[in-house]
């Protein structure tokens, strides 16, 4: 154990040896650092890319952030663990079920239900996983050279005030997994030499200063996964020589300005998962050689300006997932040796420069969004890379995706173009149908346009998006942007809604006359235009409430939400996806299983009659295959929306393939739907196509002939032009 401190101990020296990198770090250009000691500078993206760019491998040296104290634990916690026996045993007396090597014995899972008689001789006694469910007064008051007791996995509920009497050389207690609620004052009065104390998941509720009395020379207090609420005050008032404390996943609510007052010796400070909503200015004033504190996954929603101000030696400092409202300009100031910051799934609307650039030794720094990057321009490895949509260069990282929105967008914008064109020159007997048509291809087309905006400003932004990300971001283009996709999507939407409804009336009630007329398709129409522009600009209306809707991401969709977005902007943007949408896409699906029963089970009469459905029941498998690829495009983003209902992860790439590529497919196919595979469509062109076709031929030939005329006098031109206009006739009239 002396080599385990002094192991502990050289590690502590090492990791707080000041390195002042900030002469080299300035001679990079901002996104850029040095290859060591050298005067050669390279990008981020060239960090750990498996390549010695630098030549000396600096480049490709410190991959992994092993700031603070995470490959200690591993390596001093799993020994704890994995105790290396010897093969020869030295007890005279211990269980018929036990395994033991020298001195230490393993008695795991071996159905014990009270601490068994064992040689006093014993060092090392492992009881895990047994059904131990009390520990009496005096019970290892004979095992007085005991080192290391594992009691973990057992169910304890009782512990007398007096159980680990007589244990004076004991330095490795654990009594994790158990069922312990309550720990009397004193209970480890006795435990002087005790240096690794392990409560995790106990569902213990409260502990006071007296319970580690006597504890002088403890080193390490776990208590993961219980359920305190408070903290007492001079949490470390007994414990002088406490260097590490995981207080992980627990309940506690409330820090004091004297909660860790005599926590002198404290290098590691571990409080994730608990409801902490505030910190006091001087919480952590005493914490003078600090290493790593973790404070992620809380409530915290602000912090003062001077909270880390004595935290001199800090390595490591995690503030994520917090709902923090606001940073302020000189939080990290004091920050020195900082070398790793995690700020994840925190929004920073004061984002600048200054805030991040004392922090000079700083190589690791996390962000919820990659464009943050480009205030922290001269840390090594910033994170994330993407946001799975842009990159820290491109507003469109992937390839795939840049390429396919000018695709897309392409055959999107023209496709309906071309489709109200045709429908606009081909008369139709239903003017009404024809007219929703149009209408519907001017939703769709608006997505084209989008699309086109998209790329053009990928295109603007290319290799230089970090610059320009947030201001890009928060423009006016990007509202419109994500304004007319909305409009695009809902209008579209909505209309196939209407015509299926309209479908449905003519199939599955024949003979009424309910059918909406020239002037109330028309009221129709408009009012369907009227509503997707109300959804479309609602968000404009009060931007403290819905905040920035269509600025989340550099498409300027607002599909996605997270638990830092605005109160409006999540509950509107639910109210869409699984309110509007949800529910026209149910009606869909809702109106065609009923027409197709209604098919099934009608006796038509006359054959009449039977035309007239037949015609209607092909217009409805049609449509019945325009719903289905528009449901192959909605379905994806209700489950998005339905997942991050849950609070389920969303991978970021997932989300971009469905802004990008899933909705505007759909606006892309429906030309070819429920136009250019008609077969009025075809019986309507092949005409026009044929005469169009002859003109072009006769236009031809005409040049032709008129080409070997030999100009020799009147009379000559005369007979010459009458022969070859007379034969020209001949052969069209042939070719006809």
Known sequence: MLLLLHFII???????????????????????????????????????????????????????????????????????????????????????????????????????????????????????????????????????????????????????????????????????????????????????????????????????????????????????????????????????????????????????????????????????????????????????????????????????????????????????????????????????????????????????????????????IYFKNFRYCSYAPHVRVCMPLTDGISSFEDLLANSILRIFVWVIAFITFFGNLFVIGMRSFIKSENTTHALSIKILCCADGLMGVYLFFIGVFDMKYRGQYQKYALLWMESLPCRIMGSLAMLSSEVSILLLTYLTLE?????VFPFSNIRPGKRQTLAILIGIWIVGFLIATIPFWNEDYFGNFYGKNGVCFPLYYDQTEDIGSKGYSLGIFLGVNLLAFLIIVFAYITMFCSIQKTALQTSEVKNHIGREVAVANRFFFIVFSDALCWIPVFVIKILSLFRVEIPSTITSWVVVFFLPVNSALNPILYTLTTSFFKDKLKPLLRKHWRKSIFKTKKKRFSASIVWSDDSSLKLGVLHRITLGNNIVKSIS
Not at 503 to 507: E, G, M, P, R, Y
């Open 10 to 364: 050289l590690i502590n020296v090492k990791d707080f040896v000041l390195n002042d990198n900030s002469t080299m770090t300035s001679l990079c250009q901002k996104g850029y650092f040095p290859c060591g000691n050298l005067t050669k500078c390279l990008p981020r993206a060239f960090h750990c890319d498996g390549v010695d760019d630098c030549g000396n491998r600096a480049d490709e040296e410190n991959c992994g952030d092993t700031s603070g104290w995470a490959t200690i634990f591993g390596t001093v916690h799993g020994n704890a663990n994995n105790v290396a026996l010897t093969q020869e045993c030295f007890l005279s007396q211990y269980p018929q079920h036990c395994d033991c090597k020298e001195t230490e014995l393993e008695c795991t899972n071996a159905g014990i239900k009270s601490v068994p008689e064992i040689s006093s001789n014993v060092t090392l006694l492992s009881l895990k996983k047994n059904k131990i469910h009390s520990l009496p007064d005096k019970v290892f008051f004979n095992y007085s050279e005991l080192k290391q007791l594992f009691l973990q996995h057992n169910c304890i509920r009782h512990i007398s005030l007096k159980a680990f009497f007589g244990l004076h050389k004991l330095q490795i207690l654990y009594l994790n997994h158990n069922c312990i609620t309550t720990l009397r004052p004193g209970v480890f009065q006795e435990l002087h030499h005790l240096i690794w104390l392990i409560l995790d998941d106990n569902p213990i509720t409260i502990i006071s200063q007296q319970l580690f009395t006597g504890l002088r020379s403890l080193f390490f207090l776990s208590m993961v996964n219980n359920y305190l609420e408070t903290l007492p005050n001079q949490m470390c008032a007994q414990m002088p020589q406490l260097n590490w404390m995981d207080l992980e996943g627990n309940s506690i609510k409330h820090l004091t300005n004297s909660t860790f007052l005599s926590c002198n010796s404290l290098t590691v400070l571990f409080l994730p998962r608990n409801q902490i909503d505030f910190v006091p200015d001087k919480t952590f004033s005493s914490l003078k050689i600090l290493g790593e504190l973790d404070l992620s996954s809380n409530k915290i929603t602000e912090l003062p300006p001077h909270s880390f101000k004595d935290l001199k030696l800090l390595q490591k400092l995690n503030l994520s997932s917090n709902p923090l409202l606001y940073l302020h300009k000189n939080q990290f100031e004091s920050l020195k040796q900082l070398q790793s910051l995690d700020l994840e799934r925190i929004e920073i609307p004061n984002i600048n420069t200054r805030m991040f650039l004392p922090m000079r030794n700083l190589s690791y």
């Open 503 to 507: 479908k449905f009336l003519v199939i």
